[in-house]
């Protein structure tokens, strides 16, 4: 039996939602009747557009909220996500330790034009997030932050340079679906030095899922809320099993 569910608003299943979105229009009677057609092509009933600021040069913001029509099959949805298990640092720094026998060597960085390292510091910065220690913490790890705004010849040369396992890259810039370039452009970069096949390739980011990092050619896909040791994991997951191939 499928289990379709509807947004929820005052009661369950009224479908209720809350959008906002701007229009290239002056603000007025037109721009109000826009938003409001503009919703109904989406499939949502019953549009009130309650707020809308002029934001000049002849662009209007809204606010509308309105009714869904249509549910989502909960039972029909499959998330790919990365394989990682559930190891605490002492535990992963034993495996190194026993099983790997030399620190595991990890190069970082928020590539192109991107200048946001919260994410890429929550992961690799000693503190780390929630109160999981980040990797620089491990005694089974050494790390390289090169920071922001990193070209990928950059970030290359200096994981040819320490012979990283693994790097690791942090996309929060996404207009124009810039971090989609970089993320390509790096794996080219990676296959022209004939590295590819040598290091983990992980990406992280508000927008990156695991599906869209393989699709792209890397090996996994952290989105929001990932903990440091979940990386860990994987990283020492994945060169133990490439040491039993």
Not at 35 to 61: H, I, S
Request: net charge negative; charged share 20%; aromatic share 6%.
């Amino acid at each position: 039996m499928s289990r379709v569910v509807l947004p929820y608003g005052d009661t369950t299943g009224d479908g209720a939602v809350q959008l906002s979105f701007t229009l290239p229009v002056p603000i007025g009677g037109a721009a109000r009747e826009a938003a409001r057609q503009l919703c109904l092509k989406m499939n949502l009933e019953n549009p009130q557009v309650v707020a809308m600021r002029d934001l000049g040069g002849g662009y209007t913001f809204f606010i509308v909220y309105a009714r869904a029509t249509r549910g989502v099959d909960l039972d029909a949805i499959h998330v790919p996500e990365v394989s990682a298990p559930a190891w605490s640092m002492q535990e992963i720094d034993r495996m190194v330790a026993e099983k790997i026998g030399r620190p595991v060597r990890v190069v970082g960085a928020c590539t192109g034009t991107d200048a946001h390292t919260v994410g890429l510091d929550a992961i690799l910065n000693m503190k780390g997030y929630r109160g999981d220690y980040g990797l620089e913490r491990y005694q089974g790890f050494r790390v390289w932050n090169l920071g922001s705004q990193v070209p990928n010849e950059a970030l290359v040369a200096k994981a040819q340079e320490v012979e990283a396992d693994a790097v690791l890259v942090s996309q929060v810039v996404t207009q124009k679906n810039v971090h989609l370039s970089n993320m390509t452009g790096l794996v080219d970069l990676l296959e022209a030095e004939g590295m590819r096949d040598r290091v983990l390739l992980i990406a992280g980011g508000p927008r990156i899922t695991h599906e869209l990092a393989v699709e792209l050619g890397f090996d996994a896909g952290f989105g929001p809320g990932t903990l440091p040791s979940q990386v860990a994991a994987f990283i020492v997951q994945s060169l133990l099993e490439r040491q039993e191939r």
